[in-house]
């Protein structure tokens, strides 16, 4: 059972561009949800990540909007750069120190 | 401060061998994670250590096993393997099973059955 359902699979965006990925989820228990950065070759690089009580959380470039009642949030990276582009991943996570549950990625391009 | 590392990078083996793969965590974290990344499939959590103990486990056969040591370093083995197991394996640590720190992963050992 896929608790985490992440889209678009790919995404094409023009340099300076907004790109957002958007998450839902299933299991009402989850109360921590990160975003992960992985380019090719290497492991996940946690990007950012936020809590339920919480709507909105800025860091630099990238946001995280997250929406309670529709069990939904998103990353949107504002002015995206070539070296943006990489596979994105959303998780979620029960209590502390538990395991992730990760979405399906979503490959990002970025174009000059 | 030193990442996750995890040893080998490649290994390559046939049907019917076992695999061993390691991961040292970043110093002072306690919890150690397997997670499996096949083409297509995403990460899938597979194995969690915190103390030298098992604490929870994914939906994988049991030919998947692991253990912590005292020094937290951990080891994934993978008995009779199958080609369904080409993926890559990616090691994460955190501080321990009651933080709320985030789980920071390693480059992974990319496993290649033939």
């Known amino acids: 059972q896929q608790q985490v359902k992440q889209s678009p699979q790919s995404l094409i965006v023009q340099k300076g561009g907004i790109s957002i990925i958007n998450c839902a989820y299933e299991?009402?228990?989850?109360?921590?949800f990160p975003w992960y950065q992985q380019f090719p070759g290497k492991g996940p690089a946690l990007l950012i990540a936020?809590?339920?009580?919480?709507s909105e959380k800025k860091e630099g470039r990238f946001t995280i909007s997250f929406n309670k009642s529709a069990k939904q949030f998103s990353l949107h990276i504002m002015d995206s750069q070539p070296g943006d582009s990489a596979t994105y991943f959303c998780?979620?996570?029960?209590?502390?120190?538990?395991?992730?549950?990760f979405g399906t990625g979503t490959r990002l391009q970025v174009t000059l | 401060e030193a990442g996750v590392t995890q040893s080998p990078t490649h290994l390559i083996k046939t049907r019917g061998q076992q695999a061993t793969l390691r991961c040292s965590p970043i110093?002072?974290?306690?919890?150690v994670y397997w997670y499996q990344q096949a083409l297509g499939l995403g990460l899938q959590f597979l194995l969690w250590?915190?103390?030298?103990?098992?604490?929870n486990r994914g939906n994988f056969p049991p030919r998947f096993s692991g253990r912590q040591f005292p020094n937290y370093s951990s080891e994934l083995n993978v008995n009779a393997l199958e080609l369904e197991d080409s993926a890559l394996y990616l090691c994460?640590?955190?501080?321990?099973?009651?933080?709320?720190?985030?789980?920071?992963f390693g480059d992974g050992t990319r496993l290649s059955i033939l």
């Open positions: 936020i809590r339920p009580d919480v």
């Open positions: 110093s002072g974290h306690t919890s």
């Open positions: 250590y915190d103390e030298g103990e098992e604490r």
């Open positions: 998780a979620a996570r029960t209590g502390t120190a538990s395991k992730l549950t």
């Open positions: 994460a640590s955190s501080p321990g099973q009651y933080s709320n720190q985030p789980q920071h």
């Open positions: 299991n009402t228990a989850f109360d921590y």
